[in-house]
């Protein structure tokens, strides 16, 4: 449609787009790595991936 080019309002979209996705990566790398450092003793099933269900992540706070 564009041709290689895009339009300045679409390139800016497409710039906001990507830096929010970066960031959002980035919170959830630290909020995986607070979980882990808060679960130093458990196992690696407290926080897995199911494979049955679309991959969700299962998380189970210590008691």
Do not use: C, W
Request: charged letters at 30%; proline letters at 5%; glycine letters at 4%.
């Amino acid at each position: 449609k564009y041709q290689g080019e895009f339009p300045q309002e679409l390139q800016g979209r497409l710039e906001r787009a990507g830096e929010a996705a970066f960031r959002l990566d980035q919170e959830m790398s630290a909020i995986r790595a607070d979980i882990s450092e808060a679960q130093p003793h458990e196992d690696s099933n407290s926080v897995h991936t199911n494979d049955d269900d679309d991959s969700s992540t299962s998380f189970t706070p210590k008691s």
